[in-house]
């Protein structure tokens, strides 16, 4: 059975005195052993819970855009694999080489999300622990509650990317350090090392928890720090060495694959933190600041000293891994716009931990009670209205998208796509099509038999594009975020529209959630000019 040290507990203790003690032993007492079979049987309940919530409706929405992009490059060869990864997607890698093994398992659009449901389940345990070992067993309670309910946690269990397993990896980094903290030991280490590097390669944004880290240090009384966890150790420098490549990656990639993100303003800020509620409105917004306000309360302006001790630290670690990652990112988009809400989500659990521990002050169960079941019913509505539509995302309907290509295709037919990675969501379709027939072959982007690391990059060249009118009678195009920002289409898109539109007599349109397009042309005007010069001779 798994022991958990009572020194961050404080469930028998008034707050204010939990607040003044310095001795670990003096915040708490043992809990009952009966209450731990409670424990596991509450716990237990809320995992089930999760699990449903999160399995249901799983594939009401099609895959997106990223999705279909993840599918693919988990497709790939060994050798296009780490092409791409280390020229392009290194980011997410891990959850791409784990979606690599489970496609070979299954391949509908329920197993593929399946992979992310696992991850999103495992995060309610395991922040139960976290809570349990930062406060007590009360707080781990409510923040398993509060999370396995959580829209926003939800939504991404229901997605084919990383998030649900960057925000379990990052629980499991802070889980693991506090265990070194509380308990040194090279087991321990190892698991932070492994736990903060795993999240790392879930999701680059995971060095800001680590620094995060680094730094609630330095407000912990000094003799609180095992010698492994100063400053300059090793144990960071070896965090530091595993994550490098990592880094080198972030390094020579530059700032290209991220000029789509735009400037952040206030309200971007407070979209991203009512998501982070739960999508309940401003209301339940409202709810979780005012709890939040009440765990920090006591605390007042120790919070911001030096030198604390465990019980007030706690507070302090969990608001830098709560603000200090989007107050960075803030910082750094005056320069270079960085700030895109779902990168951020790996902050959840501390908004959640936080928000239990100012509930958990309410000692008095009938007042509890009611204060819990506002936050479950404004929860739950924000669950159930994130069933039937996106709260964080204006999703692109590619399943409809394709399905209307493939239902309508003839032999003989060629596809083009004007952004090479609209191919991955089509190919997905493609290849689970209930309907049978032929497929539009793919002539851009293509560069054989086989998918090539090189099929994720660019756009058809106006060469190109001049050609295809003498070679193929009837074209297929599916056009996806063609417009620059000044709201114009872009060169490649006006390309197609003047060369196509003189070569082809006929042109239809079909337009789809999420910003695509897809063209039809047909009935080439050279080939209709040949027939009448032809009959004109008979």
């Known amino acids: ?116 449901v696992i991850a999103s389940v495992a995060a309610i345990p395991s922040i139960y622990w976290l809570g349990r070992r930062l406060f007590d067993r009360r707080v781990g309670l409510i923040a398993a509650t509060l999370l396995s309910l959580n829209a926003y946690h939800v939504r991404y269990a229901q997605e084919a990317r990383s998030y649900s397993l960057f925000v379990f990896l990052t629980i499991l980094s802070s889980i693991y350090f506090l265990r070194s903290l509380e308990q040194p030991s090279r087991r321990n280490r190892l698991g932070h090392i492994l736990s903060s590097a795993l999240a790392v390669y879930a999701h680059f944004f995971a060095v800001l928890l680590i620094i995060a880290q680094w730094i609630s240090l330095r407000f912990l009384e000094p003799h609180q720090i095992p010698p492994d966890l100063r400053k300059r150790s090793r144990h960071w420098k070896t965090i530091a060495l595993v994550v490098l490549p990592a880094l080198l990656f972030a390094g020579t990639t530059g700032v290209g694959p991220l000029n789509w993100i735009k400037r952040p303003g206030l309200k971007m800020l407070y979209d991203y933190y009512q998501h982070m509620a739960g999508n309940g409105g401003p209301l339940l917004l409202l709810a979780y600041a005012v709890a939040c306000g009440a765990a920090l309360a006591p605390v007042g302006r120790r919070l911001f000293r030096r030198d604390t001790p465990l019980a007030i630290w706690r507070y302090q670690f969990l608001l830098l891994w709560l603000l200090f990652p989007v107050v960075f990112t803030l910082i750094v988009s005056i320069v270079r716009p960085m700030f895109v809400a779902r990168y951020f989500f790996f902050c959840l659990p501390a908004f959640i931990l936080l928000a239990s521990a100012g509930l958990a002050r309410i000692r008095r169960s009938w007042l509890l009670a009611p204060a819990l079941i506002f936050f479950v019913a404004l929860s739950l509505k924000g669950t159930l209205s994130y069933y039937d539509h996106d709260f964080d995302l204006y999703r692109d309907d590619w399943r409809a998208a394709s399905y209307y290509v493939l239902n309508r295709a003839r032999p003989g037919d060629v596809v083009i796509f004007h952004i090479a990675m609209g191919r991955m969501p089509y190919e997905f379709y493609r290849s689970v099509y209930p309907g049978g027939g032929p497929a539009p072959t793919v002539i851009n982007p293509a560069r054989g038999d086989h998918m090539d690391y090189r099929d994720f990059m660019g756009k058809p060249s106006a060469n190109f594009i001049r050609a295809v009118p003498a070679q193929y009678d009837r074209v297929w195009v599916v056009l996806k975020n063609n417009q620059t920002k000044t709201g114009d289409v872009d060169f490649t898109t006006t390309v197609l529209s003047q060369v196509f539109g003189v070569s082809y007599a006929t042109r239809q349109d079909a337009s789809f959630p999420g910003g695509i397009e897809i063209r039809f042309y047909s009935e080439r005007r050279v080939q209709k000019e040949a027939d009448i010069s032809g009959s004109q001779s008979r």
């Open 1 to 116: 059975m798994l022991s958990f040290p009572h020194h961050f507990m404080t469930n028998q203790l008034s707050p204010e005195a939990a607040l003044t003690e310095n001795s670990p032993q003096a915040t708490s007492a043992p809990d009952p052993g009966n209450r731990i079979f409670v424990d596991i049987w509450l716990l237990g309940a809320v995992v089930t819970l999760a699990a449903v919530l999160r399995s249901l409706f799983l594939t009401r929405k099609s895959f997106w855009f990223d999705e279909g992009v993840s599918v693919q490059i988990a497709r790939l060869d060994w050798y296009n694999l780490v092409r791409i990864l280390w020229r392009r997607e290194g980011n997410m890698s891990l959850y791409y080489l784990l979606l690599r093994g489970w496609l070979h398992l299954g391949h509908s659009e329920a197993f593929i999300r399946s992979l992310s």
